[in-house]
């Protein structure tokens, strides 16, 4: 099930605005399904700026690793320290205990091709 409060990339990576200048970023339920057991998250540091479309860290699996690119622009505010001790919570929980990072974005107004979840899910049955 595609929580229908997030907004998604074609990527397979959720946003959740959590205040008018911060959001919440992780990789969807589909995304974590196809990685298998998930054995480590490599994330930004905190401080870190981050420009839409840019790379922000990897999730890997035993056998696979999946790049994070950046749905929004902004400066990285906190990281998901639990992954560290519990990568499993990706799988587990992957639209919440497993989130990955929260930025404060620096232009709130920025145009960015953000999926519903309706299109999104559309978007995950048809590959």
């Not at 981050?50 to 035993?62: D, F």
């Not at 990706?90 to 979840?117: F, H, K, Q, S």
Request: proline share 4%; net charge negative.
């Amino acid at each position: 099930m595609v929580p229908e409060e997030l907004k998604y990339t074609e990527n397979h990576v959720w946003v959740l605005r959590t205040g008018e200048e911060e959001a919440r970023i992780g990789i969807t339920d589909n995304a974590q399904g196809r990685l298998g057991a998930v054995v480590s998250a490599h994330l930004p540091r905190v401080g870190e700026i981050l420009a839409v479309g840019q790379g922000m860290g990897q999730v890997k699996s035993a056998g696979a690793a999946f790049d994070v690119y950046a749905p929004l622009s902004g400066k990285v505010v906190a990281v998901n320290d639990e992954l560290a001790l519990n990568s499993g919570a990706v799988n587990d929980d992957p639209y919440g205990e497993g989130w990955l990072v929260a930025i404060d974005l620096t232009d709130t107004g920025e145009p960015v091709d953000l999926l519903g979840a309706v299109t999104y899910e559309r978007l995950v049955h048809q590959g």
